[in-house]
């Protein structure tokens, strides 16, 4: 049993979700589960669809491809909704604002329930059951489970019910072996890791070493990752950027194939599929990230405002999310990239803290086809004839919200140290605080040193520093600083850091490295 989990019954329509699906699967009916694209969405859509077949009943999934889906989100699937006969459509990580379309569905007399965790509309879709921790009167303490994470609960739920009345066994179904999928749709989403989400993730990254998920296993050994040591950033870094791939530029459909396949042989060629996919991801990544820099070089006055918005119908749908998030980043302000194709725009917007996305897009929605997402994340639609119209307005209400000084990155530094405290014994006692990711970073520490001598460059991008402090010397690495070598070429200059302590270990040798984020010359 798990600790601290909340109960599923919290969130708002969870009895009538329950009681729709017990029913389906007492009639035999057909269940169609609808996933978005994403890694949160790919395993959210395997939950649900194994645990419907552990339990006897009959599940088939849609994922909607990227770049060639409808403008519609469901429209597509009604189609093969109606081939498979199905009576029901769950869907996962969406649905929240699709109110017309979720009419649709319900049209073609097929019942429809909603399980999201984006920030609902005004206007709520009318169906059997929204479950969804944002609802503007949800009672549910966690408003930042993920997509994956409903659908955890939705199983929950379920579970008790059939256990309760006596339907199942008490030992037939162990949720557990559905928190690797929890673990790693809640990373590759950044959900915040607090509360629950934390307890969902620390006791999912342990099912990785007990996994039977074939598939898994298999993108693992790609990936280089030991089930046994899998970490956040293994799961960030490694295995959700090959799953997202999929998403991205080709069909991830076969993202819940992969989750969901029992034959070695077969998981082993979809793996080597996503990372081939991965690769040629990186490729178009690299292609339009250079003639975005490019545009913004040779245009240097757009960076004067507050925002940055920037179309073409060069660049991949996508890629943007990666693009947007990256210049979001690098510019720290609001960034909105655009990929236009047959008079459609699909636009990603990432942003900083001081100014949140939803009430400028709902201020705007009459110049959009649709939106939806985060305070901090989002996606739209929008006709190629209105983009310039939303892109004054937007860059509009940014120069109003934003001073100068928003705009500058900032830096939370958790505690001074001193060398002679970074002692192993010190980062065992860090590992407490893990498991690390959105909402709950690792610890920023800062202190004085003397510069041994200049850093190189490793990487071509990233510094090595030499530094010393009473005596003592520790190697740091700066990922992306390799700008601001210029400014260390002396020796003995003398530095503040701000850095993550971290175990390296080469050739079998284990020594403490510091991870700098930053310096400043004293």
Known sequence: KLPNLLSPDLLMDMDKAVTRVVHALSKNENILIYGDNDVDGITGTTLLVEFIRLLGGNAYYYVPHRTTASPSMISDAITYALEKECKLLITVDCGITASKEIEEVVKHNIDVIISDHHEPTDKIPNCIATLNPKLINSMYPNRDLTGVGVAFKLAHALTNHLVSTGKISSSMIDLKRFLDLVALGTIADMGALKGE???????????????????????????????????????????????NSLGRIADPLKGVELMLIHDSVGAAHLAQELDDNNTKRQQIERRDSEDIESYIHSHPQILKEKALVLHSDKWHPGI????????????????????????????????????????????????????????????????????LKFKKSFIETANKTLNNDDLLPKLHLDARVQFEDLTFEFLDSMQLLEPYGTGNPPPILYTDVTQAWPPKVVGKTHLKLYLEQNERMLEGIGFGLSAHRS??????????IAFTPHVNVFLNKSSIQLLVKDFKLK
């Open 197 to 243: 989400n934390r307890v969902l993730v620390r006791y999912g990254l342990k099912q990785f070493s007990q996994t039977r998920r074939v598939g898994l296993l298999k993108l693992m050994e790609i990936c280089e990752v030991k089930p046994s040591e899998v970490s956040t950033a293994d799961i960030a870094s490694k295995i959700a950027p090959r799953l």
């Open 320 to 387: 943007i999310p990666i693009l947007a998030a990256r210049l979001s980043k690098q510019y720290n302000r609001p960034t909105l990239i655009i990929a236009v194709e047959g008079g459609i725009g699909k636009g990603s917007i990432r942003t900083i803290p001081e100014f949140p996305l939803l009430s400028p897009l709902r201020n705007n929605h009459s110049l959009l086809m649709n939106f939806g997402g985060h305070d901090f994340a989002a996606g739209l639609m929008i006709k190629e004839e209105n983009i």
């Open 487 to 496: 400014k260390l070429t002396k020796k003995n200059l003398s530095l503040q």
